[in-house]
């Protein structure tokens, strides 16, 4: 199955998307993880102002059937959590790279995330772990 | 186990078509979901009507003259109350009153039961059950798990869908009862049964009628996305139950786990005539008292609890949940948990630990969701 890989975002192995705009990076899972995960019902948040270094759990997305964490690809703080998910978990799978974003933080390293895989990265580690 | 070995049922092409995500169920592939996704399934098996494939069930045959006595010894449930046509819900349990398995006994006849057990038990069950025949039993025992497809039409639109497809009057068949008919023209077993919590039905043929029974039933229930019968995967199944409260082997039974711990009391027929095994175990723990009873909770802040999560009262680990997840239909994160039976009382707060936060959740009556009749 193929899922949509904007062009315009950077990825983790772990299926995070990073979008960059200046020093603040939005981020979310990806349309993969999303299916992977099937029908997301809540998510465990961080707050405002939390520190998380590179790969560490920020928080986690709990789907009918299972839980997982999820992993900030690239150290920083929180600056902004997606509040509106509380009512509408369900944009994760409907919307997963526009409304369905999770956290915005700011990055302790601008150009960090220049070291993450490209969309045209992230669709071959998919194919070749599929 | 790698795929090749998982055994398959006759519909498992039709799954895959169909879009589902197959996992390994107890050796078994299956699908866990369709496209429509569990949320979707488990409302409209509420709301409409559901199909499920659950040939992977095992059914075994025991035929003679002693066959109600055979399996009145080995289960908890009382085999001589059933009369032709009906069943009932039992256990299977081992010397010290645990529980081999779960199962539905169908009384054909006087001289002719079939037991339907658990997928992933199926072997297990089989070699007890053939463990216990003595040269004395006048009866003959067949494993005839792979004689059989099985599909559940479950929901309010169940028997509408069920009836267009035979002429036996499902109307005449009271819940936990069956018939044998043609559905489609394929000789059937129809059971007024389910693991829903909804009224439907257990539709048992030869497997190489799967295909067409499953498609005609579609066909029949108007399957699409927008409207009436869903295919539903095992994750709905799964909610379904546990919004209805039904025990899941492996979760609230097992072997170490006693049905009046998994609050089957109403089938332990302790003062059947001739016992049973387990029943000495089993009326001595009645006797002295459970330590621990399954409870039902649901969560009062948000979180979710999980299947081995530990539950503390005032900072005490009290117990342990043993099915945990989010109720669609009621749109509250449930669950079962075993609880010392004090504590298993209506009304209870307790916390449950969700990776390091300590949750709160109060005990609440069982089941959770009671259907409209």
């Known amino acids: 199955m193929s899922h949509n890989i904007p062009e315009n975002l950077r990825y983790s192995k772990d299926h995070e998307w990073v979008g960059v705009d200046g020093d603040i990076a939005t981020i979310g899972i990806t349309d993969y993880a999303q299916h992977s995960l099937g029908d997301v019902v809540y998510i465990d948040m961080p707050r405002v102002g939390d520190k998380f270094s590179a790969h560490e759990a920020f928080g986690s997305v709990e789907s009918v059937k299972a839980v997982s964490e999820i992993f900030l690809p690239i150290a920083g703080e929180i600056s902004e959590v997606n509040d509106g998910l509380n009512d509408t978990p369900e944009s994760v799978n409907n919307d997963p790279y526009t409304d369905g974003w999770m956290v915005k933080i700011k990055m302790d390293n601008p150009g960090e995330a220049d070291g993450m895989l490209s969309a045209a990265e992230y669709e071959e580690y998919l194919e070749a772990s599929a | ?373």
């Open chain 2, 1 to 373: 186990m790698s795929e090749t070995e998982l055994k398959r049922t006759p519909l498992n092409s039709v799954h895959r078509a169909l879009g589902g995500r197959m996992v390994d169920f107890g050796g078994w592939d299956m699908p866990v979901q369709y496209p429509a996704g569990v949320i979707e399934e488990h409302m409209r098996c509420r709301t409409h009507s559901g199909l499920f494939d659950v040939s992977h069930m095992g059914e075994i045959w025991v035929e003679g003259p002693d066959a109600i006595d055979f399996v009145n010894r080995l289960t908890t449930n009382d085999v001589t109350k059933l009369v032709d046509g009906q069943a009932h819900y039992s256990a299977l349990t081992n010397v010290g009153g645990g529980v081999v398995d779960d199962l539905l006994v169908y009384r054909f006849s006087h001289d002719r039961l079939l037991l339907v057990v658990n997928a992933g038990t199926t072997e297990k069950d089989w070699a007890w059950i053939k463990s216990h025949h003595s040269e004395h039993d006048d009866l003959a025992l067949r494993n005839a798990s792979a004689e059989y497809c099985q599909i559940a039409v479950q929901g309010p639109d169940a028997t509408d869908i069920l009836q267009k497809l035979t002429a036996t009057d499902l109307g005449a068949i009271k819940y936990y009862h069956f018939t044998t008919g043609e559905v489609d023209g394929v000789d059937s077993i129809i059971s007024r049964t389910g693991y829903t919590g909804e009224d439907g039905f257990e539709v048992y043929a030869a497997p190489e009628f799967a295909e067409q029974l499953w498609n005609k039933l579609l066909e029949t229930g108007k399957y699409d996305s927008e409207g009436g019968v869903l295919p539903c995967g095992l994750a709905a199944r799964n909610t379904l139950r546990l919004e209805s409260a039904m025990s899941l082997y492996g979760h609230e039974l097992g072997d170490d786990i006693t049905p009046l711990e998994a609050g089957l009391g109403w089938i332990t027929k302790l003062d059947k005539e001739g016992g049973f095994t387990g029943r000495n175990a089993l009326a001595a723990q009645k006797e002295s008292g459970l330590t621990r009873k399954i409870a039902g909770f649901e969560m009062t802040e948000p979180g979710i609890a999980r299947d081995g999560y530990d539950v503390y009262v005032g900072g005490e680990k009290v117990g342990i949940v043993t099915s945990g997840s989010p109720a669609p239909f009621l749109k509250k994160n449930i669950g079962l948990a075993f609880l010392p039976p004090d504590l298993a009382k209506i009304g209870q707060e307790i916390r449950i630990e969700v990776r390091g936060k300590y949750l709160a959740a109060v005990v609440v009556p069982t089941p959770f969701y009671k259907r409209q009749k």
